[in-house]
C-alpha cells in the first residue's frame, strides 16, 4: 500500500507479507474479547485502520475493559498485534488505535530504538504468542529525532544515555533537507530503517517468509490523529 494511504482508510491495501494464516481457534481462559480476534495481519491491519478512524472521529469505543474481559485476562493472552512506537506520552498505542485490554502488544523507546531488550520482546511477542503484525509506528515532532538531528548539527554530545539514543537515529538524518523538513524526513527514515532491521531478523524473517507475520512502518500525525502507512 502506498504511503500517502491512511491505516483509518477504508482500503488498507497489500501488507508486506500476507500472513494469511487461518484465524486461529482462542485459547481457553485467554480472554474473551468483544469482537473476534484478527488472526492474520490483514485482519489486524483492518481492526487498527477502524480504531484510529475512530479514535480521530471522537467515536471511541475502549473495547475489551468490562469486568468479563479482566477476569478472562488472568489466564492468559492474545494479542493481535505488536506495536513497536515512541516513549512520547501524546502517542498511546492503545488510545490511537481504540483498543483494549489484551489486544495490543506494545513496546516502546524513545525514536522506536532497538535495543537487545525490545528485539527481545518484540520476539516474545511474535514467537510466544503467534502475533501475526508488527507495526513501527513513529510520530510527527519526534523529540528523540529532533535532539539527534540537533545535536548532528551543532556537533554537541548529549547526556549519555540520550546519545545512545541519538547514535542509534544519526546514520539515517536526512541532510538533503533543512530545519524542520530535516527532522521530518528523519522521522520517516528511522520508521523505515526499523522496520526493515526487525524484518530481517532471522527469527522474524522465517515468519515472513512463511507468509505468517507482516512488519510495517506507520507514522502517527499528531495534528490531524491520523495513523498511515509509511512505504
Known amino acids: 500500500m502506498a504511503g500517502a494511504v491512511a491505516l483509518g482508510g477504508a482500503a488498507l491495501g497489500t501488507a508486506h507479507a500476507s500472513a494469511a494464516t487461518p484465524t486461529p481457534t482462542p485459547t481457553p481462559g485467554a480472554g474473551p474479547r468483544t469482537t473476534p480476534r484478527p488472526g492474520t495481519a490483514e485482519e489486524a491491519l483492518r481492526e487498527l485502520a477502524a480504531g484510529n478512524r475512530r479514535w480521530r472521529t471522537f467515536r471511541e469505543r475502549h473495547p475489551d475493559e468490562t469486568p468479563s474481559v479482566r477476569a478472562g485476562l488472568t489466564a492468559g493472552q492474545q494479542p493481535f498485534a505488536l506495536v513497536l512506537g515512541c ?13 483494549g485490554l489484551g489486544d495490543l502488544m506494545t513496546v516502546r523507546s ?18 510466544e504468542l503467534d502475533i501475526p503484525l508488527v507495526v513501527v509506528l513513529g510520530h510527527q515532532s519526534c523529540g528523540a529525532v529532533k535532539a539527534a538531528v540537533q545535536a548532528d548539527l551543532t556537533g554537541t554530545r548529549l547526556p ?8 542509534r537515529i544519526t546514520p539515517y538524518i536526512d ?30 524473517a522465517a515468519k515472513i517468509s512463511a507468509g505468517e507475520l507482516a512488519v510495517v512502518g506507520a507514522r502517527y500525525e499528531l495534528t490531524t490523529q491520523l495513523v498511515h502507512r509509511i512505504a
Open 87 to 99: 516513549i512520547d506520552s501524546r502517542v498511546p498505542p492503545e488510545l490511537v488505535f481504540d483498543q
Open 110 to 127: 524513545a525514536g522506536e530504538v532497538l535495543d537487545e531488550a525490545v528485539l527481545g520482546s518484540v520476539a516474545y511477542g511474535v514467537l
Open 160 to 167: 549519555d544515555h540520550i546519545q545512545y539514543l541519538a547514535d
Open 175 to 204: 541532510r538533503s533537507k533543512e530545519g524542520d523538513a530535516r527532522v521530518d524526513s528523519t522521522i520517516d527514515a528511522n520508521i523505515r530503517a526499523v522496520r526493515s532491521r526487525l524484518a530481517a531478523e532471522p527469527d522474524l
